[in-house]
Nanobody
Framework: VQLQASGGGLVQAGDSLRLSCAAS????????MGWFRQAPGKEREFVVVISYSGGSTYYADSVKGRFTISRDNAKNTVYLQMNSLKPEDSAVYYC?????????????????WGQGTQVTVSS
């Protein structure tokens, strides 16, 4: 399985970005997908997870109400719509695949990680 994230960039505070993650393989729809992020000098942080069907989601408090995750199982793609971006959202964002149909905040619940895409929010 390969996960290819894209859509990162440099934006100003208050702007929006949409990240995409395209997955290889034919079992995409069986697994929950998520996003983590890591800022320089900080630990990797859970952002959001979406269930295999897209029917359930769980957000970190820090992004709740601003970020929206979705998926298109026909396209093997998961999206992260990020609105009202803040400088503290600046990080490398990693697309991840869970070990099953659902996963939580722990990185151990995910077995495949993309290469990451940089998001930088200037104040």
């Amino acid at each position: 399985v390969q996960l290819q994230a894209s859509g990162g960039g440099l934006v100003q505070a208050g702007d929006s970005l949409r990240l995409s993650c395209a997955a290889s393989g034919r079992t995409f729809s069986r697994y929950a997908m998520g996003w983590f992020r890591q800022a320089p000098g900080k630990e990797r942080e859970f952002v959001v997870v979406i269930s295999y069907s897209g029917g359930s989601t769980y957000y970190a408090d820090s992004v709740k109400g601003r970020f929206t995750i979705s998926r298109d199982n026909a396209k093997n793609t998961v999206y992260l719509q990020m609105n009202s971006l803040k400088p503290e959202d600046s990080a490398v964002y990693y697309c991840v695949r869970s070990r099953g149909s659902w996963a939580g905040e722990s990185p151990s619940g995910y077995d495949y990680w993309g290469q990451g895409t940089q998001v930088t929010v200037s104040s």
